[in-house]
């Protein structure tokens, strides 16, 4: 029986992925669960597996663009594993013959060196030569050198036939292009032209695409982070005992997001079609870096975790992302997403919207700076804070003061225990 090797769903509104690259070759015999191909999109990689063991048959070659739900192979439930083996001897001839022409090439430069001078040797000759060579106007690329390695000697030159000669009207001004080569290409001229991937064509199309079919603004507030980093600092060595990883600036957020979003439902619903989507449930994006480029994976029903599960789940996403064990289901069902740049040092951005998704929101570099409090001036741990929302769903009264909720909930923590 054949059993129908499909693309996966990899997230919403997403109908098309790339073959990265295949794990296994048509004719190997796989067993269920053996990954056969890396699929990409523009937010993550996607590892397919066997689901029956047999003999693969692949349909469609690596760098190939699919369509969700298409049939890329087949799997042979009725192979045995024999099949699989025989691949591989076959292909062990060719790789035998290959050492047969490379010692052909190699030996090919030392004949050449006995019978004829190498053009760049020009560049070498003795002062000696090199006078002979002036004098007489003799082309040493045509002269078979009788010297060490195959250079030109003196009398090479002296008794080199007269049809060496390079005519005297095309050697005197062909001098002053030649010389300035000597000293390599110009930095400026070096060019590198790599194929772009791709997970990043993928990215751009995406990126584009969201521009082109929202109203994209974003409004920027700063954040006084003073009580959170003491409370960091307070807890710290007591959090990561009790729960094996660190207190950061992540979880307060997910907790700040999750009220402002209950208190402006529309940030947590997108436009669909003619028709707004609303949702009655927090799933939170948390952009991750990987090699492989950005990722979007989502804590799902956010709202019901703690502090330190909404951070025990972002590291077991981002050490998902790092490893490339990133599932469908962990890119899918976003509502909200959360970007931190500050990270890598950022001090402000305007982050681009996660389609289909209405708003996003972005945090930078915390920095001391001076800021005046009561009438008086003191130093405090600042961040900017940035809302890229689509004006199609929200008013910008409504983007300012889902910030400005946020603001409040992360100068305040003790508003989120209370969730007022």
């Known amino acids: 029986?054949?059993?129908?090797?499909?693309?996966?769903?990899?997230?919403?509104?997403?109908?098309?992925?790339?073959?990265?690259?295949?794990?296994?070759?048509?004719?190997?015999?796989?067993?269920?669960?053996?990954?056969?191909?890396?699929?990409?999109?523009?937010?993550?990689?996607?590892?397919?597996?066997?689901?029956?063991?047999?003999?693969?048959?692949?349909?469609?070659?690596?760098?190939?663009?699919?369509?969700?739900?298409?049939?890329?192979?087949?799997?042979?439930?009725?192979?045995?594993?024999?099949?699989?083996?025989?691949?591989?001897?076959?292909?062990?001839?060719?790789?035998?013959?290959?050492?047969?022409p490379a010692a052909q090439a190699s030996a090919a430069p030392a004949v050449g060196g006995d019978r004829k001078t190498h053009p760049e040797l020009a560049a070498h000759l003795s002062p000696a030569t090199q006078r002979v060579v002036t004098e007489t106007g003799i082309n040493p690329a045509s002269v078979s050198g009788t010297g060490l390695g195959g250079r030109l000697t003196k009398s090479d030159v002296l008794n080199a036939p007269a049809t060496s000669a390079a005519p005297a009207e095309t050697k005197k001004p062909a001098a002053p292009f030649v010389t300035p080569t000597v000293s390599g290409p110009s930095k400026q001229g070096d060019i590198k032209r790599v194929p772009m991937t791709g997970i990043r064509k993928k990215i751009a199309e995406r990126?584009?695409?969201?521009?082109?079919?929202?109203?994209?603004?974003?409004?920027?507030?700063?954040?006084?982070?003073?009580?959170?980093?003491?409370?960091?600092?307070?807890?710290?060595?007591?959090?990561?005992?009790?729960?094996?990883?660190?207190?950061?600036?992540?979880?307060?957020?997910?907790?700040?997001?999750?009220?402002?979003?209950?208190?402006?439902?529309?940030?947590?619903?997108?436009?669909?079609?003619?028709?707004?989507?609303?949702?009655?449930?927090?799933?939170?994006?948390?952009?991750?870096?990987?090699?492989?480029?950005?990722?979007?994976?989502v804590i799902k029903d956010a709202d019901n975790l703690s502090v330190a599960g909404i951070e025990l789940a972002i590291r077991d996403l981002a050490l998902k992302g790092r490893d490339g064990k990133i599932t469908p289901d962990n890119l899918m069902g976003g509502t909200f997403s959360i970007t931190n740049g500050g990270v890598f040092g950022s001090l402000l951005s305007t982050p681009i919207l996660n389609a289909p998704q209405s708003a996003i929101l972005g945090l930078h570099k915390v920095e001391e700076r001076a800021v005046v409090i009561n009438g008086k001036i003191e130093i405090r741990s600042m961040m900017y804070a940035a809302l890229s929302y689509d004006h199609r769903m929200i008013d910008g009264k409504e983007a300012v003061s889902f910030l400005v909720k946020i603001k409040e909930g992360v100068e305040d923590p003790e508003r989120l225990l209370i969730e007022v």
């Open 1 to 100: 029986m054949k059993v129908d090797v499909k693309v996966p769903s990899v997230g919403e509104s997403i109908t098309e992925a790339i073959i990265g690259s295949w794990t296994k070759k048509s004719g190997d015999y796989v067993k269920m669960n053996d990954v056969l191909m890396l699929l990409e999109t523009d937010k993550a990689s996607v590892e397919v597996v066997a689901e029956q063991s047999g003999t693969l048959t692949i349909a469609a070659q690596a760098g190939a663009t699919v369509l969700i739900g298409a049939t890329v192979a087949t799997i042979d439930t009725d192979g045995k594993a024999t099949a699989g083996a025989a691949a591989p001897a076959a292909d062990a001839k060719p790789a035998a013959a290959a050492p047969t």
């Open 207 to 297: 990126l584009v695409q969201a521009q082109h079919n929202a109203a994209i603004l974003t409004t920027f507030n700063e954040i006084d982070m003073t009580k959170v980093i003491e409370i960091r600092a307070k807890y710290k060595d007591k959090f990561k005992e009790k729960y094996g990883v660190n207190l950061g600036f992540n979880g307060f957020f997910v907790k700040a997001a999750i009220e402002a979003l209950k208190a402006f439902p529309a940030v947590n619903a997108w436009v669909s079609g003619d028709e707004i989507e609303y949702h009655n449930y927090y799933n939170i994006g948390m952009a991750v870096s990987t090699e492989r480029g950005l990722m979007v994976p």
